[in-house]
């Protein structure tokens, strides 16, 4: 596999909107990579597990962001997305589509955890009658409520049908913006 060096300020100037977008989608592929690593792991404890899966998750909404909210949101973004392969367009259209039809959770929203309160009161009050507590021994500190209400919000099954169409988008378009400076 070829490397490719350069000078980040050459190649990514700050004051370039599109840039910094495109920084944004490199910054989000390499912490989706590395967490769908995690996620594979069998050597980590059950709340470890649940751990990387809600990273993922995590991950999965700030790419979303990108290829959803900000191609919404900006012109430079809309044009940048026009010269990209069919693939990657279709991709983003799918995902688009996704977030337009899914449920309105909240689950592809840029907002934060608690946002209107609307899937997090539904997983608590789902919950709201289990036994938890929290575990205060040594180094094995944990909040077990808080595992219960994330193994509730987790949505695997949604965050993995998402995952490759989002990986084909931001795939593409980090290529894009190298693609003149590979020589």
Not at 68 to 88: K, M, N, S
Not at 105 to 117: A, H, K, M, V, Y
Request: with cysteine.
């Amino acid at each position: 596999m070829a490397e490719l060096r350069f000078r980040v300020g050459s190649i990514f100037p700050a004051d370039n909107p599109t840039a910094r977008y495109v920084m944004a989608i490199s910054i989000v592929l390499g912490d989706l990579r590395t967490a769908a690593a995690q996620t594979k792991r069998t050597d980590a404890a059950e709340h470890e597990q649940l751990y990387f899966r809600r990273l993922l998750a995590l991950h999965v909404r700030e790419g979303l962001c990108l290829a959803v909210t900000e191609y919404r949101e900006r012109d430079d973004v809309r044009r940048f997305v026009a010269i990209l392969p069919d693939e990657a367009q279709a991709a983003r259209a799918e995902l688009e589509h996704a977030h337009l039809t899914g449920p309105d959770d909240g689950s592809f929203s840029c907002s934060r955890l608690t946002g209107d309160g609307g899937r997090l009161a539904a997983a608590m009050a789902r919950l709201a009658d289990a036994e938890s507590g929290l575990s205060l021994a040594d180094e094995g500190r944990r909040a077990d409520y808080a595992d219960l209400v994330i193994e509730t919000l987790a949505g695997a099954a949604a965050t993995d049908a998402v995952v490759p169409r989002l990986l084909t988008f931001l795939e593409h378009a980090e290529a894009a913006w190298l693609r003149p400076w590979r020589g």
